[in-house]
């Protein structure tokens, strides 16, 4: 990542590539498995539906805890410059909990997602200093960063056609192919990367362009 012009950005992803032939009954019922899992992801998003930000392609009304989460972040940095600790935490928790949602539904990993540990899923988001946040601009990010929304509604639909190609080529090879892998790794660092500038509000810097 030291040669990555995107690998200084404050918030990385990272997903292992499976070593050994993948879980074919796994990955045959895999959407009927991740039932339980997405209605917990729900509940804790505050959502009345299945949160389309835990497979790491949210639209972009849904901030990775839901709007009502980064309504009450914005106010905090406008208001009083702060951005607790206990509140990036949860924000954080909550974003890799839905990250190893993410990768388990796209079939980059077979392990069912815990809600607590990293399994081999990793994310990391920078703590911000909310002294050094523009105190304003939080009520515009949303708006700032709609040609990556335009991007990505294009690259997400292609993530769909590959999840589905890497479904059958699972079910028929015993294994998902690197390039498709790293596309979709790539499509939900973008969306991760967008939501923490977006929504979740930890940075003032905007994402980059690229999958990396």
Known sequence: MTNNPSGDYPVQFRVEYPDGPRDRGSVLVRILLAIPILIIASLLSGSSALPQESTGMAGPEAGLAGAGLAIATALMILFRQKYPRWWFDFVLALSRFSARIGAYLLLLRDDYPSTDEHQAVHLDIAYPDAT????VLPLFKWLLAIPHYIVLSVLSAVAVVIAVFSWIAILVTGQ???WAFEFLEG????????AAYAFLLTT??????NFF
């Open 204 to 209: 003032d810097r905007y994402p980059p362009f």
């Open 187 to 194: 499509v939900m660092r973008w969306w991760l990367r967008v």
């Open 176 to 178: 998902q192919p690197k």
């Open 132 to 135: 050094e946040l523009n105190r």
